[in-house]
Structures are given as structure tokens and as C-alpha cells.
């Protein structure tokens, strides 16, 4: 079936430095792809989306390019805050039809002054 | 955009308890709303998508006597953890699929506590 695989955490940086946090899937048809951000004690917020092979979705200085020929969707900033401390979640919705989400572990990241 | 209100935020309450959890579309209709649960430092987990004038469709394993799902109007879903045990203290977020662009919004989450 679909899935999603992120990397584990924790992931510790200090401010201002480049952050990856890889995601790489497993779905038939072409999925949407998102990734979404979860701040402590709050529920989760769209950070970015992608629906098609190639596309670049970006927001907050955020990127991540749809990758088919990788399956892969891997968030990337090239200079970090404290405030974007937070946990991330890879997810897809299937290109198959209905409205379910799937969503990877999640990956904690720390930014330190 | 679109906004998903859900509430309580936290809530505790005495073991054998009913706990009622809301979760509103503010500004748009959703015939479809999911809710999930997530375990401290894990994923979400799909519990039920919420389906508005039907019954609910439970994932396996999720208990539907223990966590009633109810989808009464378009704006509105509520989840109800039924006589409630330490073991049900977790965080519960639910989202609505809005009809418009398809996009998914998460509410807010809610806390629970079972003491």
C-alpha cells in the first residue's frame, strides 16, 4: 500500500544553518505530496504542497520539489531559526481517488540560538 | 482560507467519563471531515473519517462503541470517547476536507487527559 518514509529525529542545528529533512514514498498513480508543520501543543499546518512530478512547492523559505523518478519530496531551508523549531510531517494524498492522507513519522527539529 | 475550529483545546477528566470533542468548519461546508489521533513524539493515526449524514467509517483496530463519531450537519462533527480510561490520554486533531480546491485544514488538536 501508499506510504511515506521520513528521517528520524531528532535533528539539532544551530541558527542560520541549511536544514534537509528527507521524505521518500511509495504510492501507485501520481500522488499529491505536502508537507506540514506542527508546533508545540498545536495542531498541524500546511507548510507546502506539491500535485505534480516536478513541481516546487514553497513557503516561509521552505522548498520541496516533487522527484517521481526518486519518489521522493525532501524539505529543504537554507537558513534555519529558533522559531522554526517544530515537528514536520511528509504526507501524500493518493492520485487513486478518495480522501485519505498518509502521513510519515514526523521528524522533531531543534534550531539553537 | 480555510479555518477549522476545534474544541477543547485540553480537557481533563475522571476515568468512566464521557469526553465530547468538537470540530467545526468555519467558513466552508465539509461533507467530509477525519479524525485523528497521535501518541506522544509519534505520527498521526487515522481514526475514522467523518461522512455528514452517514455513519462513520472506522479505521481497524479503532474501537466505533468507544469513540462515537457523529457528522449531524455540514459544519460540524463531534468525537465522543466513551467511558474514558488513562489509556484513551492522548491528542486528537480532526480536519475537513474543503469541496472548494480539496484542500485539507486541521483543527487545532485537543488534548485529553484521563485521570
Known amino acids: 500500500g501508499d506510504s511515506v518514509t521520513q528521517m528520524e529525529g531528532p535533528v539539532t542545528l544551530s541558527e542560520e544553518a541549511f536544514l534537509t529533512i528527507n521524505c521518500t514514498y511509495t504510492?501507485?498513480?501520481?500522488?499529491?505530496l505536502f508537507w506540514y508543520v506542527q508546533y508545540p501543543g498545536e495542531g498541524l499546518q500546511l507548510l507546502l504542497k506539491?500535485?505534480?512530478?516536478?513541481d516546487k512547492g514553497s513557503n516561509k523559505g521552505f522548498e520541496a520539489t516533487y522527484r517521481k523518478e526518486t519518489t521522493s519530496f525532501h524539505l529543504e531551508k537554507g537558513s534555519v531559526q529558533v522559531s522554526d523549531s517544530a515537528v514536520y510531517f511528509c504526507?501524500?494524498?493518493?492520485?487513486?481517488?478518495?480522501?485519505?492522507?498518509?502521513f510519515g513519522a514526523g521528524t522533531r527539529l531543534f534550531v539553537k540560538a | 482560507g480555510a479555518v477549522v475550529s476545534q474544541h477543547p483545546s485540553w480537557v481533563i477528566c475522571k476515568s468512566g467519563t464521557s469526553v465530547k470533542i468538537e470540530c467545526r468548519s468555519l467558513?466552508?461546508?465539509?461533507?467530509?471531515m477525519f479524525w485523528y489521533r497521535q501518541f506522544p513524539k509519534q505520527s498521526l493515526m487515522l481514526m475514522a473519517t467523518?461522512?455528514?449524514?452517514?455513519?462513520?467509517?472506522?479505521e481497524q483496530g479503532v474501537e466505533k462503541d468507544k469513540f462515537l463519531i457523529n457528522h449531524a450537519s455540514l459544519t460540524l462533527s463531534t468525537l465522543t470517547v466513551t467511558s474514558a480510561h488513562p489509556e484513551d490520554s492522548s491528542f486528537y486533531i480532526c480536519?475537513?476536507?474543503?469541496?472548494?480546491?480539496?484542500?485539507?485544514?486541521f483543527g487545532s488538536g485537543t488534548r485529553l487527559t484521563v485521570v
Open positions: 504510492a501507485t498513480g501520481y500522488p499529491s
Open positions: 467523518s461522512n455528514e449524514g452517514s455513519k462513520a467509517t472506522y
Open positions: 506539491a500535485t505534480k512530478a516536478d
Open positions: 467558513d466552508f461546508q465539509a461533507t467530509t
Open positions: 480536519s475537513a476536507r474543503d469541496p472548494g480546491d480539496g484542500g485539507y485544514t
Open positions: 504526507a501524500l494524498k493518493p492520485g487513486t481517488g478518495g480522501f485519505k492522507t498518509i
